[in-house]
């Protein structure tokens, strides 16, 4: 029997630290945002050209010939490693006729031939081969014919791509966010999946969704006992980046304080040989204790978490990068999301995941000696890159896909969000404190579609 007391907890009062608040604003949040074509034609025109993309991971394109396409919109991108082994993209589109050079999400290829005439690109763009070269009159200028550039830079494992010659670099783009996910290193995780769902929902009513915690005690039930939404810590950053920092470990204090620790508890203390039976302290003392645990086992384990701070051994932190991109980190665990808009109808979109865990090295725990219980997880990360797999919001409906059961949760919900959004009966949301997040990002967006 554990002896665990409950105790009052103090509340903590939720702290909004706005770094930068947004040019303008609040704007009204009105549905016609998530519904008009128009304004998903203005997004394609002036907010997605004038800024940094998410395209994929860095390690797709590690050696030369790999490449990567970022379907956005009505654009294709590519994204290349050249023999020269540094980063290149380009617009996807071939320049003899206008078809799409790549079709494949991602792969290896010597040279990019276009499937129409068999036009030919280098990994660096240039156009090597046009078959019946002699046939054209005057000559193809291959110069003036290679595929068209566009902009790319790499953080942390991430290739982000931008159409705008004027934008600021990449790293400046994302502010202190770098300093935010690097510690992380997602490049040291390995890739477990990379899925992508088709819903029925704007792109943006996705991207609400990961900006607030006000839905979870009422859509995530498994969540609302584990976490105490309301005391995050949230960051409104310069260019509509945001940041949220929840603690882990902890139990919602608006409800009973339990007497034994909870189901994450009791398999974080187990992972470090203690049974969550045999625990004397105080449940709410959970979360200073697994901090403790992992900083003292971490590194006998094969875990290496000298980048990051104790609070970082146990709490969860997400970062929405303007204007698609979200990035769910914990020490051991990470997952890049983003939402792609369809090219014509407002009302469907793609929604990414890609889902990382971080394995412990095994050499190192051998070398002390140690066994320990392998994390559920652990047994979960493929020897090899897992594939990409497509599927749509019935199949997760239906059960015979998963993203999770909280992505799943949020998956049932969008489309009637998105539903209600088209009705007569709904003109502007109405927000609560907890969803400033949501505010400060259509504030950003409102910068870029002014009026
Ligand atoms: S359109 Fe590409 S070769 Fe003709
Ligand atoms: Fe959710």
């Given at each position: 029997m554990s002896t665990i007391r409950p105790t009052a907890p103090p509340v903590s009062a939720r702290a909004t630290i706005v770094h930068d608040a947004a040019?303008?604003?609040?704007h009204p949040i009105t549905a016609a945002r998530y519904i008009d074509t128009d304004w998903l034609r203005r997004e394609f025109d002036e907010l997605f050209p004038r800024t940094w993309l998410f395209?994929?991971?860095e390690r797709d394109v590690a050696e030369p010939g790999e490449y990567l396409v970022l379907e956005i919109g009505d654009e294709s991108l590519l994204v290349s490693r050249t023999d020269d082994g540094e980063l290149a993209a380009f617009y996807?589109?071939?320049?003899?006729?206008?078809?799409?050079?790549?079709?494949?999400?991602r792969g290896w290829s010597r040279q990019f031939v276009?499937?129409?005439?068999?036009?030919t690109y280098e990994?660096?763009?240039?156009?090597s081969v046009v078959p019946?070269?002699?046939?054209?009159t005057p000559p193809v200028d291959c110069a003036a014919r290679s595929l068209r550039p566009i902009r790319v830079e790499a953080f942390s494992d991430m290739v982000f791509v931008c159409?705008?010659?004027?934008?600021?670099?990449l790293l400046e783009f994302l502010g202190p966010l770098v300093d935010a996910i690097?510690?992380?290193?997602?490049?040291?995780?390995?890739?477990t999946a990379d899925q992508t769902v088709q819903l029925d929902a704007n792109w943006k009513a996705v991207v609400d969704n990961f900006g607030e915690l006000y839905h979870v005690e009422h859509i995530h039930p498994q969540h609302a006992e584990v976490f105490?939404?309301?005391t995050a810590e949230i960051h409104l950053y310069d260019r509509g980046h945001t940041g949220l920092i929840i603690d882990g470990?902890?139990?919602?204090?608006?409800?009973d304080i339990p007497e034994d620790p909870n189901l994450y508890m009791t398999m974080a203390l187990q992972r470090y040989g203690i049974d969550a039976a045999d625990y004397t302290g105080r449940v709410l003392d959970i979360r200073l204790d697994v901090q403790r645990l992992r900083r003292e086992h971490g590194p006998r384990l094969g875990?290496?978490?000298?980048?990051?701070?104790d609070e970082r051994l146990t709490d969860i932190e997400q970062y929405n990068v303007f204007p698609n991109t979200i990035v769910t980190l914990q020490p051991d665990d990470a997952i890049i999301m983003r939402a792609r808009p369809h090219p014509t109808d407002p009302n469907k979109c793609w929604w990414d995941k890609l889902s990382f865990h971080r394995q412990p090295d095994p050499a190192v725990s051998e070398a002390a000696g140690v066994t320990f219980e392998p994390h559920p997880r652990d047994d979960r990360a493929p020897a090899e890159r897992p594939e990409h797999d497509g599927f749509t919001q019935d199949d997760i409906i239906e059960g015979r896909?998963?993203?999770?059961i909280t992505i799943d949760q949020d998956v049932h919900l969008i489309r009637d969000v998105q539903a209600g959004m088209r009705s007569r009966g709904f003109d502007t949301a109405r927000l609560c404190d907890d969803e400033v997040r949501v505010q400060h990002y259509h504030d950003w967006l409102c910068h870029h579609l002014p009026g």
């Open positions: 040019p303008s604003g609040p395209a994929g991971l996807n589109v071939c320049q003899h006729r206008g078809a799409r050079v790549m079709v494949n999400d276009c499937p129409y005439h068999g036009w990994n660096d763009g240039r156009l019946d070269a002699d046939r054209f159409l705008d010659a004027d934008a600021p670099p690097a510690p992380y290193d997602l490049a040291g995780m390995t890739l105490d939404c309301p470990h902890v139990v919602n204090t608006r409800l875990y290496d978490y000298a980048a990051l701070s896909k998963s993203m999770t």
